[in-house]
């Protein structure tokens, strides 16, 4: 085991409580640091797959998460026109030992911000990271508040826009633009016609010619619904002045004409409706240098496409925590075998989530016809097979005697 390190985390999302969680597991002391006030966690909502909800239950967890959630064990495809393609069970329980779970981000970040507070893991809000120094010996974090604090491990799980990947790699490439706009929020199942709200344990996924547009529940009373359109990069800056209602003219000039109950979720989606650029990380040179190191998105940032991009934070999380309560004698060492067990993983499903991207581009009358004949034969085959490798894996917790 490390000699008692004593660990910063920066980032409050998903990746760094359940890290900060795992390692009071492992009897590390750890403290969380996250830019934004408590509450204001970005919204949407997200799956967990078996295989995160393998590793949630590994800090008891996961009933409290699929109680605020809805189960889901598979995807009906349609296209614009209400046709069904295909219809795949691809995420039964009883095959992968968890179900997948659908449920708001926000309620993620709760659970696991209860759960620290429970605990009496140190968490603070409002400390957005400026710098990093001495990063080869005791790291200094510097907030802009002008605060600093000093231990001997910093792990960066502050997301996509990473303060501390710029740390680890200065002048390092940013996230990669994939191409597609997504927009999504939540609306009441009651504000649907029961004939057209969808089935309680199945994702629906549509594809048009232009676009996409997927609906499920989020919990017992609300459904979760997200697209994808193709476009120019937006600024985020320009996003957050935009209001909804333009962004619900947006998508009605888009899907309007689109199979029920489309329309219906737009014109009654609740407010605080949710546009941004989809970006990932597909592949960085090193995850650490030094005593600091990234986990999750701040990592390898998968697109909502591959399902997985909670999961891996998860997955990361008790990995990294595992081996600095484990055999490994220096942080050095288990940031390198953390990196060398996780890389080939996390880059395939990075991969994946991208090439699940082509099917959500504009496609003219022979291409979308083509697309749905690959949704409808080969795409189940291809889902059946992806989500064995993914949603199968499981993560020993080695760490014995641990609280």
Known sequence: M????????????????????????????????????????????????????????????????????????????????????????????????????????????????????????????????????????????????????????????????????????????????????????????????????????????????????????????????????PGPEIPSEDFAALPDGDIRTRLLQIHGDWCAPVETIIRRSNPSMYIGSIHDVPSLPTWHRGRVAIIGDAAHAVSPHSGQGASLALEDAMSLANLLGGRATTPEAAFAEFERSRRARVEKIVDYGRRSAHQKRELGTVGAWLRDRFVSLLLPRLLRKSSDWMYDHTIRWTQAGSP
């Open 2 to 229: 490390v000699n008692r390190p004593d660990v910063t985390i920066i980032g409050g999302g998903i990746a760094g409580p359940a890290l900060a969680l795992f390692l009071h597991k492992a009897g590390i002391r750890a403290r969380v640091f996250e830019a934004r006030p408590r509450g204001t966690a970005p919204g949407g909502g997200l799956q967990i797959a078996p295989n995160g909800m393998k590793v949630l239950a590994q800090i008891g967890l996961d009933e409290a998460l699929a109680q605020h959630g809805a189960v889901s064990i598979g995807i009906r495809f349609l296209n614009e026109r209400g046709a069904l393609l295909s219809e795949v069970e691809h995420q039964p329980p009883s095959r992968y030992g968890q179900p997948a779970v659908n449920v708001r981000r926000a309620t993620v970040h709760e659970i696991l911000l209860d759960e620290l507070r429970r605990r009496g893991i140190e968490t603070h809000f409002g400390k957005r990271l400026s710098d990093i120094t001495n990063v080869d010996r005791s790291p200094v974090c510097v907030f802009d508040d002008g605060t600093a604090v000093e231990s001997s491990i910093v792990l960066g799980a502050d997301g996509i826009r990473s303060q501390v990947r710029g740390i680890v790699l200065p002048g390092g490439a940013p996230p990669a633009y994939t191409g597609l706009v997504t927009m999504g929020g939540f609306v009441d199942a009651a504000a649907l016609d029961p004939a057209s709200r969808p089935c309680s344990t199945m994702l629906t996924m549509i594809f048009g010619r232009y676009g996409f547009f997927g609906y499920g529940y989020a919990d017992k009373s609300s459904i979760m619904w997200w697209n994808a359109i």
